[in-house]
Nanobody
Framework: VQLVESGGGLVQPGGSLRLPCAASGFTFSNYVMSWYRQVPGKEREVVATISRGGGTTNYEASVKDRFTISRDNAKNTVYLQMNSLKAEDTAVYYC????????????WGQGTQVTVSS
């Protein structure tokens, strides 16, 4: 099982980034996918979640209307499009896969750093 995030980097406030997370080693379409983020000294928090088929999404309040989660089950990939980035969005972003029929079965990627700074 592998989740590989990419697309992180340094971006100016107001800018955009798109984070892909490529999955392998499991049946992707059976898993609810989420993006989390974590800053040093704080707990990891969920940013966005998407259902197995992509029809239902949920967002943390501070990113709603700025971030968009999507998935391509044919490519086993989930995306996080981040627009209007703010300094407080700076964090390590992690991809998570949670089995729809047993939430105790879940996997994490290694994370990708996003830094928003001028």
């Amino acid at each position: 099982v592998q989740l590989v995030e990419s697309g992180g980097g340094l971006v100016q406030p107001g800018g955009s980034l798109r984070l892909p997370c490529a999955a392998s080693g499991f049946t992707f379409s059976n898993y609810v996918m989420s993006w989390y983020r974590q800053v040093p000294g704080k707990e990891r928090e969920v940013v966005a979640t998407i259902s197995r088929g992509g029809g239902t999404t949920n967002y943390e309040a501070s990113v709603k209307d700025r971030f968009t989660i999507s998935r391509d089950n044919a490519k086993n990939t989930v995306y996080l499009q981040m627009n209007s980035l703010k300094a407080e969005d700076t964090a390590v972003y992690y991809c998570n896969a949670k089995y729809a029929f047993d939430s105790s079965r879940n996997y994490w990627g290694q994370g990708t750093q996003v830094t928003v700074s001028s």
